[in-house]
């Protein structure tokens, strides 16, 4: 049987360029790929071990982040971190904006939350 290694959430974004300039410059990731050519609308992002793909696919067509279509559905993309605090203390440092500060949450978990530029809701932790 074949191991899984990873899954890498899939957003569709307004601005392709300023997608990547967010997960780059605000969360320290790198572009693993743009494209295609000179006028470029799919990108891969990641830090690490994980990666998240963007895609600009027409003006009419705009991101719907998870907490649009209900209020429970809080986040679009769960990252677990071995140490959230450490990661939360990098970010804030950095001058990110948080969408809720790191904290033992309800479910068991121990996090932070950060929307990058689209309105997608990115949950940095682990359980506790």
């Not at 470029?40 to 998870?66: M, T, W, Y």
Request: hydrophobic share 40%; glycine share 8%.
């Amino acid at each position: 049987m074949s191991n899984l290694t990873y899954i890498s959430p899939f957003f569709i974004v307004s601005n392709i360029k300023d997608s990547v300039s967010f997960y780059i410059n605000k969360l320290g990731f790198e572009t693993q790929f743009i494209g295609p050519g000179e006028h470029p609308f799919f990108a891969i992002v990641g830090r690490d071990e994980i990666s998240v793909q963007l895609k600009a696919i027409a003006d009419d067509i705009k991101p719907v982040p998870n907490y649009t279509r209900h209020e429970w559905a809080r986040w679009d993309a769960f990252i677990h971190v071995i140490d959230p605090d450490l990661l939360f203390e990098e970010y804030r440092s950095a001058g990110v904006t948080f969408h809720q500060s790191i904290k033992d949450d309800e479910d068991g978990l121990r996090g932070f939350e950060i929307t990058d530029a689209d309105g997608y809701v990115l949950f940095f932790g682990r359980p506790m």
